[in-house]
């Protein structure tokens, strides 16, 4: 009896030990969601079941609800911290980011200048003001963030100065004919990435559209 005791309990630890983490077996990565200026977490909602439904684990979507009343720069620490407990939770190497208009500028400074290039397999863009818009809405005179996203900025410069898509990290940007809050529409591109354009839906609705849904869902698979 102790033989067949100890052979069984030698076999589970093995098998424990054989077969990675849940999240690992299809190979995907944990995903960390950052939404735009006035958003929260929530703004995730929509896709994240559309995620779940397409067989993504829940527990491995991660959402990062920040205040827009500070520096994109601060905003990219916080998205670090969500990234390392994704990794940390699931024990996966590498953390794939879905960043909604100014998210996508937090969490680009958090891959270029924080560590992310080592932490980051994939960062889509949706609607990302990625080298600023034309567009001066009324929170530029009261949000530092906000005024990070105007062409010209400091913040801009600095963050597209030099190569925008650095690292091994594969760079995608969903941008669409009507959106009215990122203008030129050319500026959600980046030179190095796979630059999309999306059917006709609105800025805020790219993170509700189920077209839009799909081709970041297809990106990651």
Not at 6 to 34: K, S
């Amino acid at each position: 009896m102790r033989r067949t005791t100890a052979a069984v309990l030698g076999l589970a630890a093995a098998l424990a030990v054989a077969v990675p983490a849940t999240a690992h077996a299809d190979g995907r990565d944990p995903v960390v969601f950052v939404h735009g200026y006035g958003g929260s977490g929530s703004n995730w909602d929509s896709m994240i079941e559309d995620f779940v439904d397409d067989g993504w684990d829940r527990d491995e979507l991660y959402t990062v609800t920040y205040d827009a009343s500070v520096s994109n720069t601060v905003i990219a620490e916080q998205v670090a911290d969500k990234v390392d407990q994704a990794l940390a939770e699931t024990g996966a190497d590498r953390a794939d980011i879905v960043a909604h208009s100014m998210g996508s500028l937090s969490s680009r400074w958090y891959v270029r200048f924080l560590g992310g290039q080592d932490r980051v397999d994939n960062w889509i863009s949706l609607g990302g003001p990625n080298r600023g818009s034309v567009v001066e809405l009324p929170c530029v005179r009261t949000s530092p963030a906000c005024a990070e996203v105007v062409v010209g900025s400091r913040f801009l410069q600095i963050l597209n100065g030099g190569d925008p898509t650095p690292g091994n990290v594969t760079y995608t940007t969903l941008r669409s004919p009507c959106d009215l809050v990122v203008l030129p529409h050319s500026s959600v591109t980046l030179e190095g990435a796979d630059n999309r354009l999306t059917l006709c839906v609105s800025h805020t609705s790219m993170v509700t559209s189920p077209t839009v849904s799909a081709s970041v869902r297809n990106v990651l698979s």
